[in-house]
């Protein structure tokens, strides 16, 4: 069974950059679409928020308007593994960043979650 596991977590002051990494295991992340979402204090998961998305191939990305120009989404399939790049980080981009698999690329309807790394900006 497809398990995913998030790292890259942290506290970070606003300006920062932090890199979050989503690896798989029980199975192969290379042929789904993956997306990552945010879920902001004192909101449920299923409402969380999409950040990016990557297709299997990794051509083709796109981004929330919150977070775009300053997110980068990328993959690495020979290492079962995508990426978030965050920077030029701000308080409201305080959340836990979860990566999740879909049948549809961008789709916000999940067949698997992580579990979740925490990401918080301040100074």
């Known amino acids: 069974q497809l398990q995913l596991v998030e790292s890259g977590g942290g506290l970070v002051q606003p300006g920062g950059s932090l890199r979050l990494s989503c690896a798989a295991s029980?199975?192969?992340?290379?042929?789904?679409?993956i997306t990552w979402f945010r879920q902001a204090p004192g909101k449920k998961r299923e409402g969380a928020e999409g950040?990016?998305?990557?297709?299997?191939?990794?051509?083709?990305?796109t981004y929330w308007d919150s977070v775009k120009g300053r997110f980068t989404i990328s993959r690495d399939n020979a290492k079962n593994t995508v990426y978030l790049q965050m920077n030029s980080l701000k308080p409201e981009d305080t959340a836990v960043y979860y990566c999740?698999?879909?049948?549809?690329?961008?789709?916000?309807?999940?067949?698997?979650w992580g579990q979740g790394t925490q990401v918080i900006v301040s100074s």
């Open positions: 029980g199975g192969t992340l290379g042929d789904l679409p």
């Open positions: 999740a698999v879909s049948d549809v690329y961008c789709s916000t309807t999940v067949r698997t």
């Open positions: 950040a990016a998305c990557i297709d299997p191939s990794g051509s083709r990305t």
